[in-house]
């Protein structure tokens, strides 16, 4: 059986004095049966025979408009995931499986009400969802040479390779062999090192500068 937190203040709350009994039973209803995730299953029927009421879905959003919202078949109460956790920034199981649940129900669309730097927590998790599959290189997101440029030279040590090579690289062995890496940085760098120990490493071309006449001046290839 599930073990929630209560707010023994709610009977100095404005709010819910306002509320008639009806409504009351109600929201301790919803608050009960929800999901830990603050989601609830539409069944009006269930609802009205265990709390003795004869609610419709109209009543339910009349009555709860600035506390639940309407998902379809479900509803969402989002200060319930304020109250119970208070953040969701936590790597613990039962926040992870909160993210989750909210992620699959579209619930993160409407947690800016009660927790706006979650919000963007809930969006990252499920975007990291489909980084962690393995993918071909043309379908990841290092098909784009600048943004392939900017991680394989992150790290100051991969920044004398010639980039345009090992991307090239990377990119026709995955067409070829059919290769899928979760990783494709890593595996560009990969290549990088295993060049640089069989001394076959392609390093960037040299850059000179021009002289004071505007040719090129190979004294300051190392400028």
């Known amino acids: 059986m599930a073990k929630r937190f209560t707010d023994s203040e709610k009977w100095k709350d404005e709010w819910f004095l306002s509320l008639d009994n009806d409504c009351r039973i109600v929201w301790f209803y919803m608050l009960d049966t929800c999901s830990h995730a603050g989601l609830l299953k539409k069944n009006l029927k269930l609802l009205n025979f265990c709390c003795n009421t004869n609610f419709t879905d109209e009543d339910l959003m009349e009555n709860f408009k600035d506390r639940i919202v309407d998902l379809g078949d479900t509803y969402f109460i989002p ?43 809930i969006k990252d998790k499920s975007k990291d969802k489909s980084k962690d599959k393995d993918k071909f290189f043309r379908d990841s997101e290092f098909k784009n040479y600048d943004n392939f440029r900017d991680a394989f030279i992150s790290n100051s040590k991969y920044s004398k390779y010639d980039v345009n090579y090992y991307y090239e690289a990377v990119k026709n ?27 076959k490493a392609k390093l960037k071309p040299i850059s000179y500068k021009s002289n004071d006449h505007g040719k090129y001046d190979p004294s300051t290839a190392h400028l």
């Open 79 to 121: 200060k319930f995931i304020k109250f119970q956790y208070v953040s969701l920034q936590s790597k613990k199981p039962v926040i992870l499986s909160v993210i989750n649940e909210l992620s699959l129900h579209k619930g993160y669309l409407t947690i800016k009400e009660s927790l706006p730097n979650d919000c963007q927590i």
């Open 173 to 199: 062995w995955s067409e070829s062999s059919g290769a899928k890496k979760k990783d494709w940085i890593a595996t560009a760098r990969g290549f990088a090192n295993r060049d640089e120990k069989d001394n």
